[in-house]
């Protein structure tokens, strides 16, 4: 059983009880046709909406890669007779994309960022749904004795070692956003550590290419932990740092504003925090790794 597992068993069950009561302005537009689009989607006008129903969901790569959405979407499309595309970038671009009114709702993992989409009117209100943990990962052997340090210690030493390779998202994703939290706790500007030299890689992509890109460089890497473990089977890295406050992932869904289909916006914010699909969101992957992914959390405000 991973370290961090118990790390976070304490405040796994306090939250839980606690549930159970209660950009990038240049982002391409986003093609009809597709129920997938990479970073890297095409550059055609959006077309105009099929008369059918379909309901756009922006979604980060963690909740992409973990295979959650796979298994949520067809529920929801049989349950409600609707079309759901599911559309995964980073939280920075799904955000730019509610803000343009290319889709519904949006599932990310950035709180400042989606009380400022509510705060400037692109969604309706911020609903955490479920939340992990976020990790420091890298070699099994730890060249840089990152073990047993905190976020900002282990930033410290990353900084300053000059040996050891640190691979970012680099993408403006949550992830990306919660590493800059990081280093900015360890007292450094991110412009700063982003450019002191060879030893920090940034990788432009998803949380799942990051991890595989960090295991081909025998590098460290910040992962939240339902990604880490869907694809730990096929890495050689390890959990090193896995405390801290600064740690915490919370992913919230949030209908957005300008939708075409307001009824059935609201009715996707409802279907993830219902009773059953918060029971199936605990559940998820355990039979298969071991360890829950995720942790309902539907009525708490985190």
């Not at 949520?72 to 994309?97: H, I, N, Q, R």
């Not at 029971?279 to 790794?289: A, D, K, T, W």
Request: hydrophobic residues 40%; negative net charge; proline residues 5%.
């Amino acid at each position: 059983m991973l370290r961090y597992v118990y790390a976070g068993m304490l405040i796994a069950a306090v939250l839980s009880i606690a549930c159970a009561g209660q950009s990038d302005p240049s982002a391409e537009s986003i093609p009809e046709q597709i129920t997938e689009i990479s970073e890297d989607a095409g550059s055609e006008p959006v077309p105009p909406r099929e008369s059918a129903i379909r309901l756009r969901v922006a979604t980060t790569t963690s909740l992409y890669d973990t295979g959650l959405w796979s298994y949520l979407e067809p529920m929801f499309e049989d349950e409600y007779s609707v079309e759901l595309d599911v559309l995964y970038a980073g939280t920075g671009k799904a955000l730019e994309w509610g803000r343009r009114g290319d889709v519904d709702v949006i599932t990310v993992h950035s709180r400042s960022r989606e009380e400022q989409f509510v705060e400037e009117g692109y969604g309706l209100a911020r609903v955490p749904f479920a939340y992990n943990y976020f990790l420091i990962v890298g070699p099994p052997d730890d060249p840089a004795g990152l073990a047993e340090m905190t976020p900002d210690e282990a930033a410290a030493t990353l900084m300053n070692s000059g040996e050891a390779v640190f691979v970012s998202r680099g993408d403006d994703s949550g992830t990306h956003g919660k590493e800059k939290a990081i280093w900015a706790a360890a007292g450094y500007e991110y412009e700063d550590v982003r450019t002191s030299g060879d030893w920090y890689v940034e990788g432009g992509s998803g949380m799942g290419p990051t991890l595989v890109m960090a295991n081909e460089m025998n590098a460290y890497t910040l992962s939240d932990m339902g990604t880490f473990i869907a694809y730990k089977s096929d890495l050689n890295l390890e959990p090193v740092v896995d405390q801290g406050d600064v740690l915490l992932n919370v992913y919230s869904v949030l209908q957005v504003t300008s939708t075409r289909n307001p009824e059935m916006a609201a009715n996707l914010v409802e279907f993830l925090t219902s009773e059953t699909v918060q029971e199936l969101i605990g559940n998820y992957g355990v039979n298969e790794y071991g360890i829950q992914l995720f942790t309902p959390c539907a009525g708490l405000d985190m």
